[in-house]
């Protein structure tokens, strides 16, 4: 029985958790396999590894550290800004999550960790940014 290797297009179910073991992601929530090329860079590096060997039909479950999913928490990367950014009559709360258009054309999203009296602090890391991730991968096919 043939093996998933790199450059390989595979599709799979899957479901991610937190260490908590609340669920962030599956593809049933996308109500289809997640269909990717092995080693393309179209996924996160522990997830693209771990597919790595798997026979079709095979499942596992894999824990992924931080600096193998969406990288350690940069703390470099929480700004103060002044409220003047933000629109008026809007009220800001911690846990909002804003996409902000930069003026090169680029988009960033960022989500507001704190509001003081004339200042937004935001998190422009990766929401799981410093996380543990948890799969379940089931490999439904594998196409070279």
């Not at 908590?20 to 179209?42: I, M, N, Q, R, Y």
């Not at 997830?47 to 026979?55: L, N, S, W």
């Not at 990288?71 to 470099?76: A, D, E, I, L, S």
Request: charged content about 30%; glycine content about 10%; aromatic content about 6%.
């Amino acid at each position: 029985m043939t093996t998933v290797k790199k450059g390989d297009k595979v599709k799979v179910e899957y479901e991610g958790c937190l260490e908590d073991g609340s669920v962030f992601d599956s593809s049933e929530k996308h109500d289809a396999p997640l269909e990717f090329t092995v080693g393309s860079g179209e996924l996160i590096q522990g997830f693209d590894e771990a597919v790595v060997g798997m026979k079709e039909g095979e499942e596992k479950t894999i824990n992924i550290p931080p600096e193998k999913a969406y990288g350690t928490h940069n703390p470099n990367l929480v700004k103060e800004l002044p409220k003047t950014c933000f629109p008026k009559g809007k009220e800001i709360k911690p846990g909002m999550a804003f996409n902000m258009k930069m003026q090169d054309g680029n988009q960033i999203f960022f989500r507001v960790s704190n509001v003081s009296e004339d200042k937004i602090t935001v998190d422009l890391n990766p929401i799981l940014a410093g996380r543990t991730l948890k799969f379940k991968i089931k490999l439904l096919s594998i196409a070279s």
